[in-house]
């Protein structure tokens, strides 16, 4: 590759790799109030919002940052209005305040936000958010991703219009990316240029250390980090980074008011591609680059995957973010491009099929589960050892095996997505 093909790729990764607060589902769609209400230019009398189901799924069950606890849609919906500045992205919510959460409750008990499934599209994440008050109306559409504003009207004239536009289905197509393309990249790229992925350690650890003060959500890091989990694990690399991962992820998924630094628009993800290499570095004694073009490939390969199987789908998201910590780590136990893709195809022989019932507080358990899988995957292919092409989905191509993985969550479970959000949405 020339230096035009590494800025391009370095732009994917500023662009994929950003600061947000709380979970990104609810976070979009308080984006979109913010931005309808922006563009409506007073405070609305009724507020009409359509969802797809899987933006539904995402945002039911998790805290929105700065509310104490709060849960779901409705406050996430009132605080974009009152509050959100969509000049923020995806840390819209960050202006807000306990005085701004109460009127918020009073804003929802007027019963002015309507929300309902958008049932005319096929977009798996869609948000369409309708403000009206007494002279005007305004529309804010997001699509394809979590800030892809891809529509904006006031009244009767059209800001934005995107909505045919092939950008919602191609977003990142620019950069065409491959297992290999990935590798080079990260272990050739001049240091100075891809450094600031560090801010990524930076925030999500700090993100870590602060959530293992408390015991949020299911304190999945503090139970780990009790007595008996250590009687059992001890201080292993293992254990330190299940409880460094968890607890991110805790506190995130309880809403509370921390940025994390994301992938490819989770949070989660983005805890799950960084912190088991940070703490395996800190272990392991690697050096600073040797982190960085860790962070870089583990990064770099989420983004790859997402590409390929999209924001949302069936699938966990955070055991395909740990297939790139398990990457990752193999270059800090000193593996080359070999072992980086015998460890994708253990962990895509492995957790393949893992479903996503939306954003919770148990996240953190699923996000466990990926980041201790990665680092048998990592330790399995050290020793040579990989699921072979006699094996299940997996074939010799590493690509492959990953547009395998892609063709299940993409098309094989579109019905198990379907049957998720009726349990979900039906529960007695």
Request: proline fraction near 3%.
């Amino acid at each position: 590759m020339d230096m035009k093909d590494y800025e391009k790729i370095i732009s994917l990764i500023k662009k994929e790799v950003i600061p947000a607060i709380g979970c990104t589902e609810p976070i979009a769609v308080a984006l979109c109030a913010a931005k309808s209400r922006e563009i409506l230019g007073e405070m609305p009398e009724h507020v009409q919002v359509r969802l797809s189901a899987n933006v539904l799924k995402n945002a039911m069950g998790v805290g929105i940052p700065g509310t104490g606890g709060m849960i779901g849609l409705p406050i996430a919906i009132a605080l974009g209005i009152l509050v959100g500045n969509s000049d923020y992205q995806l840390e819209v919510l960050k202006d807000v305040t306990p005085d701004a959460v109460e009127k918020g409750s009073v804003l929802i008990d007027k019963n002015i936000i309507d929300i309902k499934p958008a049932e005319y599209v096929n977009e798996k994440l869609y948000i369409e958010i309708h403000c009206q008050s007494k002279n005007n109306t305004s529309t804010a559409i997001i699509a394809g991703s979590h800030t892809n504003f891809v529509y904006l009207q006031k009244n009767e004239s059209t800001l934005l219009d995107k909505k045919n536009s092939s950008i919602i289905n191609t977003e990142n197509t620019e950069v065409e990316l491959n297992m290999s393309k990935i590798y080079d990249f990260s272990m050739n790229c001049p240091v100075n240029k891809v450094d600031f992925i560090l801010d990524s350690a930076r925030i999500n650890k700090a993100a870590s250390e602060e959530s293992l003060k408390y015991k949020y959500g299911h304190a999945i890091g503090n139970t780990l980090k009790g007595d008996i989990n250590s009687m059992i694990m001890g201080n292993s690399i293992l254990n330190r980074i299940l409880i460094s991962t968890t607890a991110a992820c805790d506190a995130r998924m309880a809403g509370i008011k921390i940025p994390v630094m994301s992938n490819s628009g989770s949070g989660n993800q983005g805890i799950a591609a960084t912190l088991p290499v940070v703490i395996f570095a800190e272990r392991n004694k690697n050096n600073q680059e040797e982190l960085i073009r860790a962070l870089i490939l583990s990064h770099l390969t989420v983004i790859y995957i997402k590409q390929k199987l999209g924001r949302l789908s069936a699938l966990c998201g955070c055991v395909i973010a740990a297939t790139g910590s398990g990457c990752g780590i193999v270059h800090l136990m000193g593996g080359k491009y070999e072992q980086v893709s015998y460890a994708v195809k253990n962990m895509i022989a492995n957790l393949t099929g893992m479903i996503c019932d939306g954003a919770k507080p148990s996240c953190s358990m699923k996000l466990a589960s990926g980041v201790s899988t990665a680092l048998l995957s990592a330790t399995l292919a050290m020793e040579q050892k990989v699921v072979t092409s006699m094996e299940g989905i997996i074939e010799d191509d590493v690509d492959q095996c990953i547009l395998n993985l892609v063709r299940i969550g993409a098309q094989g479970m579109q019905e198990a997505d379907r049957l998720i959000l009726d349990i979900m949405t039906n529960k007695r």
